[in-house]
């Protein structure tokens, strides 16, 4: 097959939800409708479970797990799926963010009674300023829940989405009848023991007609003949441009636990979502089709045995083909370097493969030369961009606690980081290391870490820091910013790439600073518009 037919062909895209809306029961039953697995309960759960163990040991027990639900591909009616896991759980949110930089598109989960959550609206966030394509299944309809036109208000206003439902619910919780499909114009009836079954549909070409009432009976059928109306008047037509320009996002409605409304969702995704789309680099934009082959990293997952020191890095390809056994240049470091067994993902397993084409992810394996971010190319000079890094919320200085131990100490924390588990900062003023983390738990991971992987110990010590600011002058050998660097010299600090942070202790100090100096910008990412000339 063509490069062209098989990029034609692939669709990679990321489920992301608030936990427990119905992220892992849907991508199953995606898995199901693809025949990628025969039962349900064989995808696992990588939430992790409140109160279950102790944290970090949960910890433990989800990496295992999303190595295997990092990437779920499956066919289905010759389209090539790639769903990309995302975790839901907070502590978690930047591997969720580095992993939207690899989807070409999403699709949100929402728990009908739960409505808008806030994990939710932070990751919608992210999608919606990089206007990527996304469609919305509503969950649980087997349960009572909101009122489904409250329901897209609520998506409309607390998402900022422009929303346009293509299925809508007839009844809810007990009163379920079943789905009116506005895209193929049918009608989904619910049986509550479709659990197993592929649910099966009955045409309804003309609304009006009798048909509807020998269905579903008479009211049930006067209500959803009256809010088809309202949503033929409030709502925008459906049009794919706009969808896929992330100006517009169809709904859905189901109950993924129930196998309900699942087929109508993955037949309009494999018609409508977007194919491996072109991505900018540091030089230009690049496309799929191009024949030379480009792609980064966006994951790494490190030393899941701890007997061998061996990474996965998780890249994207994003043009061209990637080949078993070919050399090719590790961009940031000049390197060439050539892979005897790339790994690809077929629904929950691992297998070597030869030939991947873009949209696909492939696993390699790393003794440590990975980054996430870094580019992988044929020869070309080119960095791709978008990978940025988020102020950490949590800091600690992290000490050594064995004198003996410090090589280890500091090979385990460069490795950790290069992962993404967390941030390391270095104080300007007197070179010691502070460890930022998006969450309190990944404290607790990295002490274990480093004891388990690398035979080193550490202590933390509290330090007051609200948030870390990435410092942007506009001017280096302006008097504001000397200025800027000796009274604020404190709380200066390098990242690990060597750009500038300042500590504000409160919102207060930020704010204050800010408007001190108003020409040097203090940004909450890493990556910024520089404001230089
Ligand atoms: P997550 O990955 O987004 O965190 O959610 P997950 O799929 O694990 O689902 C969370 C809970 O919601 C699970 O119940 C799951 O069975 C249930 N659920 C998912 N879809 C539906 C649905 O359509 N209707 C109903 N009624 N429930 C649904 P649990 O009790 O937490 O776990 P389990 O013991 O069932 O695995």
Redesign the pocket.
Known sequence: MSLQKEIDRRKTFGII??????????TEKLLLFGGAIQEAGAVK?N?IKKGATSDFMEIERQRGISVATSVLAFEYGGIKINILDTP?HKDFAEDTFRTLTAVDSVIV?IDVAKGVEEQTEKLVEVCRMRNIPMIVFI?????EGKDAFELLDEVEQKLKLRVTPLSFPIGMGYDFKGIYNLWEKNINLFSGDSRKNIEETIEIEDISSTDLEELIGQKPADNIREELELIDQVYPKFNREEYLQGGLQPVFF?????N?GVRELLDCFVEIAPKPQPKYSDTRLVRPEENEFSGFVFKIHANMDPKHRDRLAFIKIVSGVFQRNTNYVHVRNGKKMKFSSPNAFFAEKKQIVDTSYPGDIVGLHDTGSFKIGDTLTQGEQMHYKGIPSFSPEFFKYINNADPLKSKQLEKGIDQLMDEGVAQLFTLELNGRKVIGTVGALQFEVIQYRLEHEYGASCRYENLNVHKACWVDPQDEKSDEFKDFKRVKSKFLAKDKRGQLVFFADSAFTLQMTQSKYPNIKLHLVSEFESQKE
């Not at 939800?17 to 849907?26: E, M, N, R, V």
């Not at 969950?139 to 349960?143: E, I, T």
């Not at 189901?254 to 129930?258: I, K, Q, R, V, W």
């Open positions: 939800s608030h936990p427990d809306a119905g992220k892992t029961t849907l759960s939430k839901g989960v969950n649980k309809l087997d349960r189901g109950s993924a636990l129930n309900f």
